[in-house]
Every structure is written in C-alpha cells, then in structure tokens.
C-alpha cells in the first residue's frame, strides 16, 4: 500500500542548514514532492523530483532520493525565521489524475 | 504559478447544518481536485478525488453521504458537509492537478470549519 513517513519535528539554529528526510513505500511513484505549509495556509510547492534522479538542487533547497532504500531528503542551506513551517513529502504517479499521498509533515522551528 | 482559490477562509456553523466549500482553478482547467482534511496535528488526509463530470472517488472511511463533492465544470469543486456535527470541525484543502503532472497538485488556503 501506500505510506508516507517523516518524522514530526526538528529545530535548528538560525543559519545552519535542515535536513528533512521522509520515507515512502509506493515503488511505483513517478514524482516526489516537497511542499510547506505556514500557519493556516494551504500547501506551497516548493520542488518535486522525478524517480529517475538523485538530485536536485534549487538555490537553498537540494533534494536527494536514494530510490533503492525509499528515501528523500530535504536540505535547506542557511536556514533563516522564515523557513519555519511544517514541511510535507509527498509521492504520486505520473498522470495528472493521480492522487498525491502525503506524509504526516515535520514542523521545522529555529532558534535564535 | 497556477492559483486555486479556496471560499470561504473560515466558517462558524451550529451543529446539524449544511456548509458548502468551494475550489476554485483560477487560471488553468482542472480536470482532476483533490479535497484533503487537515487533523491538529498535521496530517494530511485524502478524503476524496473530484472528477469533473463524474461521480467523486472516496477514500476509505471517507461517508460519501456526509461529504457530498460536485465537480460540475473544469474550474469549480465544492465540498457540502451535510448535517455537521462538532467531530467536523477540521480545516479542510481543496487541491488541483494541472496538466504538467510534474507540478504535482497546487493547493487552495484551506477552510477552517468550526461547527458549534
């Protein structure tokens, strides 16, 4: 079946980098996502990778999968105040159709 | 980015009342509308799939008698909470998938439903 899993929270320090791992069990998931969610707000999408990379990098956000264990991780550089939120792993087939399953979100907060 | 707006934010209704949520796709079509409920403590749960032209497709668990779905054009989902009760209470999301798959699923501001 599928799942989705993260760990619930993490706290780092202002300008240190986060690291946000999530684990899935869908084998057939075309497109992983990362999506962050700030206090009553809907869902952003941040950045999604297909399943046949390992990598990928957008500015402070690098994404990496390793397809054979089911892992994605989340990396954001530097991070700053305005990166907390609760930030979800998501997988999906291909098609447009498909429903995306997400994972229970990790609320990422930072210290001062 | 494609935009879907979500009315209303929030809603305050007595117990034993209908609400009605709408999704809107602002700036593409959307053939496919996800409506997901949000628990306190953050998970996500997929309560159905919004087919537009045809019947919604429900999650297990998910009474499709208490959370009737309409998708009646390519732009417009909406959500009607039948007879709610306090266990409603929830923040509800509306999501749509646009053609390009890889963008995943773009996502309204939620309705926080509070039914007293």
């Known amino acids: 079946g599928e799942d989705v899993e993260q760990s619930l929270f993490l706290s780092v320090r202002e300008g240190d980098s986060s690291v946000i791992n999530c684990t899935y069990t869908?084998?057939?998931?075309?497109?992983l996502y990362w999506y962050k969610q700030e206090p009553g707000a809907g869902l952003q999408l941040l950045t999604y990778?297909?399943?046949?990379?390992d990598m990928k990098q957008d500015q402070r956000l690098t994404v990496l999968l390793n397809k054979k264990d089911k892992h994605l991780s989340l990396r954001i550089a530097d991070t700053q105040t305005g990166d907390s939120a609760i930030y979800f792993c998501a997988e999906s087939m291909g098609d447009s159709a498909s429903k995306i399953i997400f994972g229970s979100g990790t609320r990422l907060s930072i210290r001062p | 980015g494609a935009v879907v707006s979500q009315h209303p934010s929030w809603v305050i209704c007595k117990s034993g009342t209908s609400v009605k949520i709408e999704c809107r796709s602002l700036d593409f079509q959307a053939t496919t509308m996800f409506w997901y409920r949000q628990f306190p403590k953050q998970s996500l749960m997929l309560m159905a799939t919004s087919n537009e032209g045809s019947k919604a497709t429900y999650e297990q668990g998910v009474e499709k008698d208490k959370f009737l779905i309409n998708h009646a054009s390519l732009t417009l989902s909406t959500l009607t909470v039948t007879s709610a009760h306090p266990e409603d209470s929830s923040f509800y999301i509306c999501?749509?998938?646009?053609?390009?798959?890889?963008?995943?699923?773009?996502f309204g501001q939620g309705t926080r439903l509070t039914v007293v």
């Open positions: 999501s749509a998938r646009d053609w390009d798959s890889r963008l995943g699923a773009f």
């Open positions: 869908d084998s057939s998931s075309t497109y």
């Open positions: 990778i297909f399943s046949n990379m």
